[in-house]
């Protein structure tokens, strides 16, 4: 199966940034549907971007314009560049892979925004 390793997670002020990275193990990286979700205590998990094969994206109102997902399929590893941090980003955040009929998820990296 298929294992996702995250890492890039802190504390920021807000207006700050931060890179998060999650690097998949296995041989069909590529052909992966890529995912970040995020969840706050207390609070629904929400689709924060994605990210498909071939490169096309999609993002939550919340953070359009702000936040950009990104692959490198030749280092199996999916980014989610956040900018303008605001408090209100302050979650758990967790990698998604969706293959075909399988899902795998990553371990989660925690955000901190302070104001």
């Known amino acids: 199966q298929v294992q996702l390793v995250e890492s890039g997670g802190g504390f920021v002020q807000a207006g700050g940034s931060l890179r998060l990275s999650c690097a998949a193990s296995g041989n069909s990286f590529s052909i992966a549907l890529m995912s970040w979700y995020r969840q706050a205590p207390g609070k629904q998990r929400e689709l924060v971007a994605a990210i498909t094969k071939a490169g096309g994206t999609n993002y939550a109102n919340s953070v359009k314009g702000r936040f950009t997902i990104s692959r490198d399929n030749a280092k199996n590893t999916v980014y989610l560049q956040m900018s303008s941090l605001k408090p209100e980003d302050t979650a758990t955040y967790y990698c998604?892979?969706?293959?075909?009929?399988?899902?795998?998820w990553g371990q989660g990296t925690q955000v901190t925004v302070s104001s």
């Open positions: 998604k892979g969706q293959w075909v009929l399988l899902s795998y």
